[in-house]
């Protein structure tokens, strides 16, 4: 679940002396729209804190998948990594030797190119992920430049990632101890 706005959703009563905006709702599922969320096409919902859809995992990412598809991605960099550290430290060692056929040979410098671009575009995906919580604005809204919210606020890792703990390097749900 990407975090999902409900079709029952509706805005909250706020109390004298609070500011009152208007209430917005989605032009594409007509339910209430929360501020920061994003319609989805696909799965033709809205999706709070909406970041963009992913193809990988078939599935947007938003508020509450968040943390698994940053991990997807640290855990697909450091695999990236390690694969071509290996495969070049052993082409490198071998090189000349008879350890590799010529088609041995040349498939193994075409994963080693492959494995760079992984590494550069998981690297690049990382750090888009980040600056998006640590800016407070996703994918979607960086890219439609969106300059109209008035509270733009950083994301709060533990609001990613649930309570600081070993479960934050391990794709589980977050844990809050203030529900």
């Known amino acids: 679940d990407p975090g999902v706005v409900p079709k029952n959703a509706h805005p909250v009563k706020r109390g004298k002396g609070s500011k009152k905006g208007k209430i917005v709702m989605c032009g594409h599922c007509d339910a209430y729209k929360p501020p920061f969320p994003h319609h989805d096409s696909v799965s033709k919902r809205c999706i709070s804190r909406m970041d963009h859809f992913c193809p990988w ?8 998948n968040q943390k698994n598809f940053l991990l997807f991605l640290i855990y697909a960099n450091i695999a990236s990594v390690y694969a071509y550290a290996v495969l070049t430290y052993h082409l490198l060692s071998f090189e000349g030797g008879d350890d590799f056929s010529q088609p ?10 492959v494995l760079l671009l992984a590494i550069l575009f998981t ?3 990382i750090y888009n992920q980040c600056f998006g919580i640590i800016s407070g604005l996703g994918q979607i809204d960086r890219m439609k430049e969106r300059k109209d919210y008035q509270e733009i606020k950083p994301i709060k890792w533990s609001n990613v990632f649930g309570d600081f ?7 589980l749900e977050p844990s809050f101890s203030n529900p």
């Open 57 to 64: 995992l078939n599935n947007a990412i938003g508020a509450k």
């Open 104 to 113: 041995g040979l040349t498939m193994a410098r075409v994963l080693i190119f």
């Open 123 to 125: 690297g690049a995906m």
């Open 165 to 171: 703990g070993w479960s934050w390097f391990l794709p």
